[in-house]
């Protein structure tokens, strides 16, 4: 295969998998975590009520895709293969940044999600697609 070919495929399905993970965890995950007494997504001012044991969801629901969605890109790719890694983690980061502007969350949660969940997180992907090296 054509190898800009299989380094744009390596993009596209590492950000897929990402959108589609990202998605699903955030689904399962609030649901094993669950929610507290009186709080309803469409309704700002309950935030409040979330405790760090909520912050788990959402972290994980960024984090695992990153690494997974990098993974991808860096097993696919035909060339470049951590920077590949590193654009899946960069566009779901611009996602991140997105929701952080439109959800109210607290300030530490959205420094830490920000700084930890995206990059480093496909950075470790794209380390494990390339066998460690």
């Known amino acids: 295969m054509n190898p800009i070919l299989r380094n744009v495929l390596a993009v596209l399905l590492g950000v897929a998998v990402c959108l589609y993970l990202n998605g699903m965890l955030l689904g399962v995950m609030m649901k094993l975590v669950g929610t507290p007494e009186g709080f309803d997504v ?60 439109m959800i109210p969350a607290p300030a530490w949660f959205i420094a830490v999600d920000l700084l930890v969940a995206y990059l480093p997180m496909a950075w470790i992907g794209g380390r494990l697609g390339m066998g460690g090296k």
């Open 42 to 101: 469409n309704t700002p001012s309950t935030f409040t009520l979330l405790q760090a044991k909520h912050m788990l969801s959402p972290f994980v629901a960024h984090a695992v895709p990153s690494l997974v969605g990098g993974f991808v890109a860096a097993l696919i790719a035909a060339t470049r293969k951590m920077t590949f890694a590193l654009v899946v983690g960069g566009v779901h980061l611009l996602g991140g940044i997105a929701a952080a502007f």
